[in-house]
């Protein structure tokens, strides 16, 4: 009877921990299935999206916190200088996120869940997007003259690729990390020509650069080659500014920060 008893008591912590666990964080996504409207006010025409890897907010911030670091603090100063010359038309924000992926708590100290670890090792086509109800921008209703442009970080083509205009596409491998400078390079060849271009119309040019991100991972913020990184970055972005028009966007995005060691 007691042997019964026991394994009755087993059987039950196991089903109970096994609940438990499937109906627990690591195993629960959340997707929210809102979905963007087009409304009537007239916007940019186009839009200039420059994504950089670990760019830190205060490495942007016109009041970085102390102790200062002359390496990445007062670096990247065109973000706000342009803030402070336009403040209507700009703004500079730090936004929070939860963590996307097995990279995450590095930086975030909490923990991605086991979906997003296996998709961000095996990235297949992005089927949630707010801003198109087919995932096929450039096709459907409003968005059948949306065309976007894309150099970078070349993860971005299997995760998005009905998304991207092949034909305006120049993805970089991304994975050489003691290579801080060949995908920033080819964005600072191809964007401009793209911007300039009037022969195969744009809607959205992104550049995704990882010069950041790899000096980071190797020598970390507080070293000269982060600082030879971010002075290149204001020049591009003080050049990127001098090309678009005003009824284009320039959106400035870091992903995530950074660890002040390397990894």
């Known amino acids: 009877m007691i042997a019964l008893q026991l394994l009755?008591?087993?059987?039950?912590?196991h089903i109970t921990a096994i609940y438990l666990f499937t109906r627990g964080f690591l195993l629960s996504r959340l997707a929210l299935p809102n979905r963007s409207q087009q409304g009537q006010e007239q916007g940019n025409q186009r839009a200039v999206g420059l994504v950089k890897d670990t760019l830190r907010f205060d490495s942007v911030s016109n009041h970085p916190p102390d102790p200062l670091s002359p390496n990445h603090h007062n670096i990247l100063t065109l973000p706000q200088e342009l803030t402070a010359a336009h403040p209507q038309p700009s703004f500079?924000?730090?936004?929070?996120?939860?963590p996307?992926?097995?990279d995450a708590p590095?930086?975030?100290?909490?923990?991605?869940?086991?979906?997003?670890?296996g998709e961000s090792f095996s990235g297949s086509v992005i089927q949630e997007d707010?801003?198109?109800?087919?995932?096929?921008?450039?096709t459907q209703g409003p968005f059948m003259r949306l065309f976007i442009a894309f150099i970078g970080d070349?993860?971005?083509?299997?995760?998005?690729?009905?998304?991207?205009d092949h034909n305006l596409s120049y993805p970089f491998d991304s994975f050489d990390v003691e290579d801080p400078h060949t995908v920033d390079s080819g964005i600072m060849s191809y964007l401009p020509s793209i911007i300039q271009r009037c022969s195969e119309p744009w809607t959205l040019a992104i550049g995704h650069g990882l010069g950041v991100d790899h000096a980071g991972r190797r020598v970390g913020p507080d070293h000269p080659v982060m600082k030879a990184?971010?002075?290149?970055m204001n020049v591009f972005l003080a050049e990127v500014v001098g090309i678009i028009d005003e009824d284009t966007l320039l959106i400035l995005l870091g992903d995530r920060g950074t660890i002040s060691q390397c990894e």
């Open 8 to 13: 009755c008591w087993l059987v039950y912590v």
């Open 92 to 98: 500079a924000f730090n936004a929070y996120a939860d």
């Open 100 to 102: 996307h992926d097995d």
């Open 106 to 117: 590095t930086y975030q100290r909490s923990y991605p869940t086991f979906v997003d670890i």
């Open 130 to 138: 707010s801003a198109s109800p087919t995932g096929q921008l450039g």
């Open 154 to 164: 070349n993860t971005w083509l299997p995760l998005f690729l009905s998304f991207l």
């Open 229 to 232: 990184k971010l002075e290149q």
